[in-house]
């Protein structure tokens, strides 16, 4: 699997597994974006594509640094690789080291992680957005003698402005702050308390939907989610929109998971390649 996000000029990816670099390509994002990599874990299918992405990168003569977070052990894969295949890159990786937290933070946004309960040491992510300033009221600036320019550019940033030996808050002149958006990614993983709070009102969650209501054994034992019970953390948390992804070969068709996790929670899509789907501002 592989989730990119596209926002302001960069791309955030969620996993990186074999052919995500030829989807990155399909969706037009440039291999030069401002580029932020979350790997949840070191299983095949969330990182072979990883090292193959980087190389591509550098044949294109990228030269700004891509950041990449993601258990420790990735960093030594990812070195004693490079050096075996005699790979060198044109620009610098950052690497930092998964954790509880946050991990990176952007211009205007952050990331989180979460602790998953997977096989092996696996994370959860959260791309969360800063609050909004508030919507500006021009005649409210106007009434305070405020002139137009630079002066109304700080209000509307939410900075204090002082005209004539008197402080303007940015309060009197706009609306209250409004919330940024909130999309998150589980990775493989059981549901848990721990992961509802942490999705809390997210407007869009991908969560791992590996198997069906009638193979739940299978999933406790491969410590992977039901269509099901990731439609009732969905439905826990508050989500916007649910998101159902890695599904096991097993099932020729994803439609019995859809129709279960439906039941539980109606605003459910099932993943598919190449899916796109915009994520609103809340209207409140």
Sequence with gaps: PSIVIRRNGEFVMMDCGEGAQRQLFRIGSGLNREAVILISHLHGDHVTGLLGLLQTMSLAQRTREVTIVAPSALSRWLKTTAETLHIGLTFQVRFNPSRVGTVYRGRDYRVRAARAIHSVESYSYLLEEFERPGVFHP??????????????????????????????????????PRPGRKVGYSGDTRPSKTLTRFF??????????????????????????????????????GVGQLVLTHFSARYRNVGRLLREARSVFPNTLAARDGLKLEVPYQTS
């Design 200 to 237: 809390a009102r997210c407007d869009l969650l991908v969560f791992d939907s590996t198997f069906s209501s009638k193979d739940e054994e299978k999933a406790l034992d491969r410590k992977h989610s039901t269509a099901r019970e990731a439609a009732l953390l969905a439905k826990e948390a």
């Design 139 to 176: 005649e409210r600036a106007k009434a305070l003698g405020i002139p137009e320019g630079k002066l109304w550019a700080r209000l509307q940033h939410g900075r204090k402005v002082t005209l004539k030996g008197r402080t303007v808050n940015p309060r009197e002149v706009t609306d209250p």
